[in-house]
């Protein structure tokens, strides 16, 4: 993947600069300008994305787009991580394949953990790419496939986990969530796969409800001839915002874990993690649900903390098991947030010192300035900021919600 020496003195020179500036400063010809382009805003995302490829000069970045949809240097790693537990146990020598390499991202992360790595595209330009970069990155031990991984897997080597991001787009580049509308359709060919790798790993959009995602692969799993089930659900974020969905198919001999859905008698191991916040559980350990006279809180006295769990957690729906655990204390059962009255200082989320709490007119009544956030209640923030005039932003935080069927107000700070 050669450019001329011109091409790359324009990339070094225009690096920091605003991709539309340094367009209108391109005025020599032998400037390859749109892969220039390319390269300059491809590693001015990649110095907060993917710092540890931003770091190696001679990476060479993709288009936009395969910019926007690659994983994260922390989702990558943390996919690393995974499969290094999944498979530490596993026979030697190891094998990865991942069947979606796309821009290689993940694969340069996960390929470190096994003996051989298989990399499979259908796009050769993205095969070429990758073969390149992961060369750059000191990755020698790994093999490229262009072509489509659906029609290969019959003859497929065995290995010890298969990776798959199915893309997330159709024919006409529009989003897709649902797994079946995904490339490759991973229910179809997820029965052939186990018998390919005792662990795979499907990362899917975190937009997707997991519990129908376990029960689409269940389903899908009843034709697989190793007994294998969805044995984990991974909810991963990044400073608090929901980025991977990742479920883990395993045989019953992978891992000595028998798993599936509550529909089979099992459930699968469920891990909330955002940074460096891991809470996990299993379904089977969630407390029973409360009778629905504590559904409705009645607070005598004004609560001193407040706590917003984070994103995964809020994802994951584990709001009884958070008020078991930590010992906190529902506001109302649709509300999602939680009060004590001494501070619980390692609950997973974000935690407030409340100070002020009541209807919502008279207690947000001489606030001017505020971060607005609402949870089960009849408006949006938009609406809120309009009607009380409050500005956005400042060190009050409010929290606005029902309690006890009746509009509540929460007047916070950081405690």
């Known amino acids: 993947m050669d450019f001329n ?30 892969f220039a382009l390319d390269q300059i805003e491809g590693w001015q ?89 992961m060369r750059v990155l000191g990755i020698n031990h790994a093999e490229y496939l262009n072509g489509d991984a659906t029609d290969m897997l019959d003859r497929l080597p065995e290995a010890s986990l298969i990776m798959a991001d199915p893309a997330r787009r159709d024919s006409h580049g529009s989003r897709t969530y649902a797994i079946a509308d995904c490339t490759p359709d991973m229910l179809s060919i997820l029965p052939r796969l186990t018998a390919i790798a005792p662990n795979i790993l499907i990362k899917l959009s975190p937009m997707l409800d997991w519990h129908q995602a376990v029960r689409d692969c269940t389903a899908a799993l009843t034709a697989s001839p190793t007994g294998a089930a969805v044995t984990e659900v991974h909810i991963v974020s990044v400073h608090n915002e929901c980025k991977e969905l990742l479920l883990v198919v395993s045989t019953g001999s992978s891992n000595g874990t028998k798993a599936g859905t509550d529909d089979t008698g099992y459930a699968p191991t ?10 996990s559980f299993r379904q ?58 001494t501070l619980v200082a390692d609950f997973p989320g974000r935690i407030f010192a409340i100070t002020a709490v009541g209807p919502v007119k008279r207690t947000l009544h001489g606030i001017s300035r505020a971060n607005v956030a609402v949870r089960n209640y009849p408006a949006s923030v938009a609406q809120v900021r309009k009607r009380y005039h409050i500005a956005d932003g400042g060190d009050t935080f409010i929290f606005l919600t029902t309690m006890s069927g009746k509009k509540t107000a929460f007047v916070c700070a950081k405690p």
């Open 5 to 34: 020496e011109p091409t790359r003195q324009f990339i070094a020179a225009h690096r920091n600069d605003d991709v539309r500036n340094a367009a209108l400063h391109a005025h020599q010809d032998d400037v390859d300008l749109p």
């Open 45 to 133: 995302r990649a110095r907060t994305k993917l710092p540890q490829w931003a770091s190696c000069a001679d990476i060479i970045y993709p288009p936009h787009l395969a910019m926007e949809q690659c994983s994260s240097q922390s989702t990558a790693q943390y996919k690393a991580d995974l499969a290094r537990r999944l498979t530490a146990d596993a026979p030697h020598p190891t094998t990865l394949i991942d069947i979606t390499g796309g821009f290689g991202v993940d694969f340069s992360f996960m390929a470190r953990v096994f003996d051989h790595a298989m990399y499979i595209e259908q796009q050769p330009h993205l095969v070429e790419l990758a073969r390149h970069n």
């Open 270 to 279: 469920i891990v909330c993690a955002d940074d460096d916040t891991v809470i």
């Open 284 to 341: 089977t350990q969630l407390p029973a649900r409360q009778s629905s006279n504590s559904d409705k809180q009645t607070l005598t006295d004004k609560p001193a903390y407040l706590y917003e769990p984070n994103a995964s957690l809020m994802k994951a729906g584990c709001f009884d098991l958070l008020a078991s655990r930590f010992a906190v204390n529902p506001i109302d059962r649709n509300s999602h947030l939680f009060v004590s009255d």
